[in-house]
């Protein structure tokens, strides 16, 4: 990217053990070369909110973080973020809670992040704000003088209409979004429902299909699916533990899933359909064994903690009905483990189960694609509500609603043969290699570059 500096904002800074593995590795480039900067939270709580940003060392590139009191991270990242924006962009109004000083404190802490970061702009700047905990930032800024080229991607679905007439002000949300000078989404299923929620709620109509006229304020939109490192992560892969011994040591073939333990992901979706495969299909009895790696996550919203008490029950009921004395059908894992045993335990699950019931993208489908062995890979089962459906179709591809399908998909899979296995997952490698984060990068930032050069011209349209 040429012209000035790339600043990236994200809530969480990736310090330490690669909570963003990808994202750092796409960004790193372009943040190296043009000197870049990046900008999230510190990941503590403090007594009393700091007025400065810290720098930290020992990346290519700057990193500086801010912290927030108890107060700021309960409203703005618990409250406003993940009670309310999180279930209406997943569908799952009904599990929103509202209250106005979330909304509070979303707006307090944008704005603070925006003080923060001021003295350390300049004026040719790009700065790219990451997701859905940030979006009045750019607002923010342009407050305080702010004109440089700002965009933002969205790594989560944008909702459409009813959801978004669910937010407490439906009309702030536009007003953020309108300051931007790029708007990213990961499917054309998110643009889609940016244009219909603009329409309905805002009398807004589109100009053409990727541009906007938000506040006075021209908009540009377009749809960047995010991907993975895919050659560090097929690396990962290959160097992880033997083949042979692991699947001696399960004894039967293994289904895994991997995802962090939230509604969105369809979790106990899945164990019910696990259940009718059992019933349907009793010769799978000792000959499939699930692996459920699910680390909890926010676990102070109550609907999390829901979540996770549901999916135990389901899994104890399961395996207290099913299991034999030398086999457990659901192995349910509550912890995070190192990428380099999660790429090998996907090397060698004969079925990958990735079933959200709304998803930006989901990455998981895509690292368990780039973790198969092409001799004899694995099969993906794919969310048709996965971002990565659209163009990961040579999964079997199902929708997660219904137990009865995601079922037939799983003894489908069971018994695919080699051939078929190799010529689908052929065609879904193609895929992860040619879009991977990479890609997904430099695409949106010629994007913003562009938006960047055609800013001030009056553009016909
Ligand atoms: P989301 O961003 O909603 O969590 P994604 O599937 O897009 O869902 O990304 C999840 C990322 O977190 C993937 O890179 C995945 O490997 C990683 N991850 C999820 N669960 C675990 C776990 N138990 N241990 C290690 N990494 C995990
Ligand atoms: C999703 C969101 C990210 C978020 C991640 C983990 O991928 O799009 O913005 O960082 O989940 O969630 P957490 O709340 O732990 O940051």
Redesign the pocket.
């Known amino acids: 990217m040429s012209g000035g500096r790339l600043v990236v904002v994200s809530n969480r800074l990736p310090l330490g053990e690669n909570p963003s593995?990808?994202l750092v590795v796409a960004l790193e480039d372009a943040l190296k070369t043009s000197g870049g900067l990046w900008i999230g939270f510190s990941g503590e709580a403090a007594q009393v909110a700091s007025d400065h940003l810290v720098f930290h060392d020992g990346a290519s590139f700057g990193r500086a973080s801010f912290d927030l009191t108890q107060a700021d991270f309960d409203s703005y990242y618990l409250g406003f973020s993940n009670s309310v924006l999180w279930p209406m962009c997943h569908g799952r109004a009904d599990l929103s809670h509202i209250l106005p000083e979330y909304l509070e404190g979303y707006r307090r802490v944008n704005a603070r992040i925006a003080d923060l970061m001021l003295p350390h702009l300049r004026p040719d700047d790009r700065i790219w704000v990451q997701d859905y905990q940030l979006f009045p930032l750019a607002a923010e800024l342009r407050k305080r003088g702010v004109t440089g080229t700002i965009g933002h991607f969205l790594?989560?679905p944008f909702p459409g209409p009813a959801d978004c007439a669910a937010l407490p002000n439906p009309a702030e949300l536009f007003e953020w979004l309108s300051h931007y000078d790029l708007l990213g989404f990961q499917a054309q299923r998110d643009l889609s429902n940016l244009s219909e929620s603009a329409r309905q709620l805002m009398d807004v109509e589109p100009l053409g299909h990727d541009r906007m006229r938000l506040g006075g304020r021209l908009v540009r939109l377009g749809v960047f699916p995010v991907g993975?490192d895919t050659a560090a992560f097929m690396q990962e892969a290959r160097d992880a533990p033997d083949e042979d011994r692991m699947r001696t040591l399960t004894g039967a073939q293994m289904m895994i899933g991997?995802?962090?333990l939230?509604y969105?992901?369809g979790i106990p979706q899945r164990f019910r359909a696990f259940q009718i495969l059992l019933e349907n299909h009793p010769d799978m009895i000792e000959r499939i064994a699930f692996l459920q790696?699910?680390?909890p996550?926010r676990e102070a919203v109550a609907a999390y903690r829901d979540i996770r008490e549901e999916t135990e029950h389901l899994a104890g009921r399961i395996n207290g009905e099913y299991a034999t004395i030398n086999w457990t059908p659901i192995r349910f894992?509550h912890?995070?483990?190192?990428?380099r045993i999660?790429a090998g335990l996907y090397r060698q699950a004969h079925i990958g189960l990735?079933t959200p019931l709304a998803?930006?993208?989901?990455?998981?489908?895509k690292?368990y694609v780039a973790a198969q062995n092409v001799t004899n890979p694995g099969v993906l089962i794919l969310s048709r509500f996965a971002g990565a459906a659209d163009t990961m179709q040579e999964a079997l591809v199902i929708n997660p609603h219904d137990p009865w399908e995601l079922a037939e998909a799983m003894a489908i899979a069971m018994r695919m043969g080699a051939n078929e296995r190799r010529r689908r997952h052929a065609a879904l490698l193609r895929d992860v290699v040619e879009h991977d984060v990479g890609w997904w990068s430099a695409t949106y930032l010629d994007a913003l570059e562009q938006a960047a050069a055609e800013r001030g011209q009056v553009v016909d349209v």
Do not use: C, F, Q, Y
């Open positions: 593995g990808g790594h989560i993975i991997v995802d962090r939230d969105s992901k790696i699910a680390p996550t894992i912890r995070s483990l190192p990428r999660l990735v998803d930006g993208m989901n990455l998981v489908a690292e």
